[in-house]
């Protein structure tokens, strides 16, 4: 189990190195950009590059938020509970977090199958949506392989605040 653990871990970092490196990217070709349109000289196609860029740097960066624990707790009702109840109620959490991020990734699957065979592409560069819908349905699958990890170390008693 500590090698799957590792594995999803390792994973979640390669990603978010991915959307950092994307990010980058879309910051750099949005100054330019701005600068060549001051000119006269727009760049064509622009905005599909960084509403694709949009979409890796948030699919892919959600896994490893969440294995850092970077996401917001709101635990006004669950401080009042016994740490056997809110631990109760983390094993639930995660347990609905898992089944909602597998029936995201699996009906993205299901739209990417989609979009490949009716074969939409960008208007400006003629770039495939599907690669893209399928890199979303990767990443939510992850983000449930990551939580899955979270779930083992909370019934094994290591998210114990």
Do not use: H, W
Request: overall charge positive; aromatic content about 14%; hydrophobic content about 50%.
């Amino acid at each position: 189990m500590k090698g799957f653990v590792a594995s999803i871990a390792g994973i979640d970092k390669v990603l978010f190195v991915v959307a950092g490196v994307v990010l980058s990217c879309m910051v750099i070709l949005t100054l330019f950009d701005v600068v060549l349109r001051n000119f006269g000289y727009p760049i064509t196609g622009s905005m599909e590059l960084i509403q694709y860029g949009g979409c890796i740097v948030f699919g892919f960066s959600i896994p490893f938020a969440t294995m850092l624990g970077a996401q917001i707790i709101v635990d006004v009702l669950t401080s009042k509970f016994s740490p056997g109840k809110k631990r109760l109620i983390d094993i639930i959490t995660r347990c609905v977090g898992i089944a909602l991020f597998l029936f995201v990734a699996y009906q993205f699957a299901k739209y990417g199958m989609d979009v490949r065979l009716t074969g939409e592409r960008t208007a400006s560069f003629k770039i495939p949506y599907y690669p893209f819908v399928f890199a979303l349905s990767f990443s939510f699958l992850l983000q449930a392989f990551t939580i899955f990890c979270d779930l083992i170390k909370t019934v094994k008693g290591a998210n114990n605040e």
